[in-house]
């Protein structure tokens, strides 16, 4: 026989009890169960079979009797077949057993004869009489006493928990399985029971001997993958999760934390203190050093992905920043002509819209190291516009999951979580149960032919909506069209940009990085507009360019010095006036390009330039090669034509002695080397204008003759110096006719006007009138010396006669006074032209004039 004080750790039955001691050195409470001797009241039941009468009743009578109380008990025998003692309870000095047959929740057992005539057997049968006659407890006559329990749930658990998700339960713990994980018991509103197994939300690990079998509230949040239910257990001291982290006796747990009731930050308060004391499961908790500059405001220059930006802070440093904790869709590569399904652009799209050009402000979280997908360290950060986080919208979009982490967070963590649930809860984006969006860009650019059948469309739309994809130089871009599904390569007209390097073994012209880097921070993906103009012969878009609707992106160039104009075409263009000005307040200002020029001297130029023009320059000229009816290239007829025939002669002679190249030597960009024609396989000199490794090949511009063509590497030999540019310049002259503006090839009656001019030139000896010359092309007027040299019988005004040239009258030399008598005897050609509705003028006046 044993006896002792115990503290009661749970209520099994009415009639038998859990008993816990003293804490023992280096372990758990030590335990035992004890029946209630002399007495039987009815069990519970389990999934297999249904309660006793009034057993939930009378576990509960005892249960809020005796839980978490000392008492005092006494071991009166143990049943040899199962080890399992009974004996008496006293609660502040009175007997249990007597207590729950006098309240009518235990019945008497029958007992041995030796046994009949004990007190207390004798007091027990007293009080049943009384119980029997008061009719309490098991002995009622109204009730059945036998209630609807679940022991295991019946349906979906997410319906159930749609059903009372939110809503305080009342509950009691029957068991606890684990540190975070017990099994309760909810009274439903309709008045059954339902058994669940219960995560708390937000906690980690457990404190047994503070719930079990106490009566608390339950609020259920969600549902596991597993079909676990997740949780707030409240007690009447208040929320246990918080009470428990804030103690140091649990840790937050993420994957609930953002469906605690009442929203997470009480819970991470809690924790934070406890890792400031470092309280028990925190003893050894380091707080993370911040750098100095982990918090600054920039500049949002580029979107890398949708989860990663490039910045520039207040001292000019580039930062690449990734927000932190946020993971957007994995980019898909689009395949020619097939369409992708993929939030990777929403995502991108979404950060570019709000974010390009603005000013963050930008809080590193954390860094993280090098590894295999990211080879330099990347600082993770918080990227607030005012007081919006911007990868919580993000999230909040369904554009981005969060990533889960213990060690590396944003410091709104809790908050990102919160939002992807939401999401998640709405059917946001990636969430939706909808097709993902589809996107298919057409190259309009990907080559001359396909460019041109966008032309017309371009120029009839006026000016359209473009967001900038990537800047080449300063002066060309690839743009996006959204409206449209397609891309573009796009060049501004009217100026020259100095280019800018392409590689790290290539050198810029100068001024070319600074042209590049000024555009690149006004214009990377900015939204903008363009009014299309004409094409280039790589399939390129020529025109207009506009930033916020009103900022021509060609005058910020030139205002900034950082371009110059080109003439020609910026005469076509109906800005030129605006140009031209731009480009004047730069050399006045002596900035970059102008630096050195003499604003004075430039001004004077100018004044030269269009009121005294240079005296004419007359020319005896071959036309040598035809681009197109307006563009040509010519010979000037001197004694370095004949030189040329006697270097094209030594240059023969010398690929037949010698016709392979260096070892090792490859042909660059631009440069002057020999090339065999593939017409007669002769060599002549040429100019590499374009390399294409996939076919090696190169294309090259004979500089003696203007025509071009492209061959295979093995037809490239490196130029003896003794056949140079500077022993013999190049002898093929780039020109334009002056005064009009002939349709190209690809235009309409463009073939036609080739052929006339073809007709005009071919054979003959002219003379060629310099206007203008400028970055190396010249405007000329051409006459056939042997028919005239009257302006009305230019080649020029034969063209416009023939209704297969336009007259154009913006350039500044169309406009001099001294011109004027020339322009008269064309504007007179014209008109004929169209009176006589020859070619272009079939269908009416399709004249550009605008003089």
């Not at 690839?478 to 290539?506: D, H, T, Y």
Request: with cysteine; glycine share 6%.
């Amino acid at each position: 026989m044993s006896s002792g004080k115990a503290t009661v750790k749970s209520i099994t039955s009415a009639d038998m009890v859990v008993l816990s001691g003293r804490p023992r050195p280096g372990g758990p409470l030590a335990t035992r169960t004890l029946g209630l001797n002399y007495i039987q009241a009815p069990k519970l039941g389990s999934k297999d079979r249904s309660d006793e009468p009034f057993a939930f009743d009378a576990r509960n009578y005892l249960r809020k009797l005796l839980l978490g109380k000392e008492v005092m008990f006494r071991v009166d025998y143990t049943v040899p077949t199962t080890g399992r003692e009974y004996g008496t309870l006293n609660l502040n000095q009175e007997n249990v057993a007597h207590m729950l047959v006098r309240e009518g929740w235990a019945d008497v057992r029958e007992v041995r004869a030796s046994d009949a005539e004990n007190v207390d057997v004798e007091a027990l049968h007293s009080y049943r009489a009384e119980a029997q006659a008061a009719k309490r407890g098991i002995w009622q006559e109204n009730e059945s006493g036998i209630r609807k329990a679940h022991y295991n749930l019946e349906g979906d658990a997410a319906e159930f928990l749609e059903k009372y998700k939110g809503k305080e339960l009342t509950a009691i713990i029957e068991s606890i399985r684990d540190g975070s994980t017990v099994r309760v018991c909810l009274t439903l509103p309709n008045g059954e029971y339902q058994y669940i197994g219960l995560m708390i939300s937000g906690a980690k690990y457990f404190v047994e001997s503070r719930l079990l079998q106490r009566e608390v509230r339950v609020v259920l949040e969600m549902v596991g993958q597993n079909g676990n239910f997740f949780g707030s257990i409240l007690h009447p001291a208040g929320n246990i999760a918080e009470a428990l982290v804030s103690s140091g006796l649990a840790k937050v747990a993420d994957r609930s934390i953002a469906h605690v009731t009442g929203g997470p930050a009480a819970l991470r308060e809690a924790e934070r203190k406890a890792q400031a004391s470092k309280l028990r499961l925190w003893q050894d908790h380091v707080e993370k050093t911040k750098g100095q500059d982990h918090e600054f405001d920039a500049t949002v220059l580029r979107i890398m992905t949708g989860d990663t930006i490039i910045v520039r802070s207040a001292n000019s440093q580039e930062r690449k920043i990734r927000l932190s904790n946020i993971k957007a869709p994995t980019r898909l590569q689009q395949q020619k002509g097939i369409e992708i399904a993929s939030f990777d652009y929403e995502a991108k799209e979404f950060l570019r819209k709000r974010l390009i050009g603005k000013t963050v402000h930008v809080t590193v979280d954390y860094v993280k190291p090098p590894s295999d997908q990211f080879p330099e360290a990347t600082e993770c950060a918080t990227v607030n516009v005012g007081t919006i986080n911007v990868g919580e919208q993000l999230v909040l979009k369904g554009l981005a999951d969060v990533i889960r982490s213990r060690e590396d967070r944003s410091q709104f963590y809790d908050q990102l979580l919160l939002a992807e649930a939401k999401a998640k809860e709405e059917g946001k984006g990636k969430h939706s149960t909808k097709e993902p969006p589809k996107y298919k860009w057409s190259d309009a650019s990907e080559n001359a032919m396909k460019a041109k059948q966008f032309l017309p469309f371009f120029q009839r739309s006026g000016r359209t909506q473009a967001i900038v994809d990537y800047v080449a130089n300063g002066s060309r871009f690839k743009l996006v069209i959204p409206k449209e599904n397609c891309k573009i390569a796009f060049v501004l007209g009217g100026v020259r940009c100095p280019r800018a390097a392409r590689s790290a073994g290539e050198k810029s012209e100068p001024f070319g990085a600074e042209a590049l880097d000024f555009i690149s921070r006004r214009c990377q993906q900015r939204d903008v507009e363009i009014e299309v103009e004409s094409l280039d012969k790589a399939g390129g878009f020529i025109g207009t360019m506009w930033l916020n609707k009103s900022e021509n992106v060609a005058s910020l160039l030139l205002e900034e010095g950082l371009a110059e104009i080109h003439s020609y075409s910026a005469d076509q263009s109906k800005h030129a006036a605006h140009l031209y000005a731009a480009e004047h307040v730069a050399k006045q200002g002596r900035k970059n390009l102008w630096a050195n020029v003499d604003p004075n001297a430039a001004a004077e130029q100018e004044e030269v330039d269009t009121e005294k023009p240079a005296k004419k320059e007359y020319l005896d000229i071959e036309v040598s090669e035809i681009a197109s009816s307006g563009h040509f290239y010519v010979q000037i007829i001197n004694d370095q034509i004949n030189a040329l025939e006697k270097l094209m002669s030594n240059l023969s002679v010398h690929y037949k002695n010698s016709s392979t190249s260096p070892e090792g030597w490859k042909p660059s960009s631009h440069e002057i080397i020999s090339a065999k024609f593939t017409e007669d396989n002769q060599w002549y000199r040429a100019k590499i204008v374009r390399q294409i490794p996939e076919s090696k090949s190169v294309e090259v511009v004979y500089i003696d003759y203007g025509n071009s063509e492209t061959i295979p590497l093995s037809n490239v030999r490196p130029l003896p110096p003794q056949f140079g540019v500077k022993n013999l310049p190049q002898q093929a002259h780039e020109a334009v006719l002056a005064f009009v503006k002939v349709p190209g090839l690809k235009d309409d009656y463009g073939v036609e006007a080739a052929e006339r001019f073809r007709d005009l030139v071919s054979g003959r000896q002219l003379v060629g009138v310099v206007e203008q010359c400028e970055h190396n092309v010249r405007h000329l007027t051409l006459y056939d010396p042997k028919v005239s040299q009257d302006p009305d019988r230019s080649l020029n005004a034969e063209l416009v006669r023939d209704g297969l040239a336009l007259l154009s009258l913006k350039t500044r030399y169309a406009r001099h006074p001294n011109n004027q008598t020339l322009v008269t005897k064309l504007q007179e050609s014209s008109a004929l032209a169209k009176r006589d509705r020859h070619n272009m003028f079939e269908y009416g006046d399709v004249s550009v004039d605008d003089d």
